[in-house]
């Protein structure tokens, strides 16, 4: 992947850190009001991929909702980088965002 964090842009391995990565959105959605997470990408930017089971999608989603307030309804989409399959979760929002994690 040819991009690199920042402040509206985050990688994480896996959705083993689907907690950080919550946080990480709720973070973005205070300071820009929007946010872009991948799945599947070292920190580097290094597509590793994502496994991606019937409920993974469902499973990110639920996270969100539940933990960030107001709710956020965030856009999922599996996508391929580099032939791996990485989860690409973006979210928009106007309000403060509060934490519940």
């Known amino acids: ?3 690199r964090e920042t402040e509206t842009l985050e990688f ?3 959705t ?3 907690k950080e990565g919550v946080i990480s959105l709720g973070s973005m ?3 820009h009001n929007h946010g872009l997470l ?3 990408v070292k920190n580097d930017g290094t597509v590793v991929g994502q496994m991606i089971g019937a409920s993974t999608t469902s499973d990110i989603s639920r996270a969100i909702k539940d933990n960030l307030k107001p709710r956020i ?3 999922i989409q599996v996508v391929t980088e580099n032939g791996k399959d990485v989860i690409k979760v973006e979210v928009r929002g106007e309000d403060t965002i509060a934490l519940q994690v």
Do not use: A, I, R, V
Request: overall charge positive; charged content about 35%.
């Open 12 to 14: 994480k391995k896996s």
């Open 1 to 3: 992947m040819d991009k």
């Open 29 to 31: 959605l205070n300071k």
């Open 73 to 75: 309804t965030p856009s």
């Open 16 to 18: 083993s850190e689907l």
């Open 38 to 40: 991948y799945f599947g």
